[in-house]
């Protein structure tokens, strides 16, 4: 496993636009597959963007599809999630995921992943 520290959270007007980040601890990054998902208030947690490790290849839940765009700096560590046209469905608290090393396959699945970071909340306002 690995530490994960998100940050970049906050409020915004709805059209408005986020970037949110998270830093991992260790060496292992450039061969996790990473993950954001996020959980409003009495639902469950849901996938929002994968990038991984292998290819880069990324993937998205289709209600931020050409809104969100994630991508990864292995160099420094991160993964960052770029926010844009924002909804008030969008409130959320987002969470940043690791998956195991060299793990590709159902990057959209909670269950693919091993370490969380502790979340940062968005709030939308319309």
């Known amino acids: 496993q690995v530490q994960l520290v998100e940050s970049g959270g906050g409020l915004v007007q709805a059209g408005g636009s986020l970037r949110l980040s998270c830093t991992a601890s260790?060496?292992?990054?450039?061969?996790?597959?990473m993950g954001w998902f996020r959980q409003a208030p009495g639902k469950d947690r849901e996938f929002v963007a994968a990038?991984?490790?292998?290819?880069?290849?990324?993937y998205y839940a289709d209600s931020v599809k050409d809104r969100f765009t994630i991508s990864r700096d292995n160099a420094k560590n991160t993964v960052a999630l770029q926010m844009n046209s924002l909804k008030s469905e969008d409130t959320s608290v987002y969470f940043c995921?690791?998956?195991?090393?060299?793990?590709?396959?159902?990057?959209?699945?909670?269950?693919?992943?091993?370490?969380w970071g502790q979340g940062t909340q968005v709030t939308v306002s319309s």
């Open positions: 995921a690791a998956a195991p090393q060299y793990r590709v396959k159902s990057p959209n699945s909670t269950e693919m992943y091993d370490s």
């Open positions: 260790g060496q292992t990054f450039s061969t996790r597959t």
């Open positions: 990038i991984r490790w292998v290819d880069r290849n990324t």
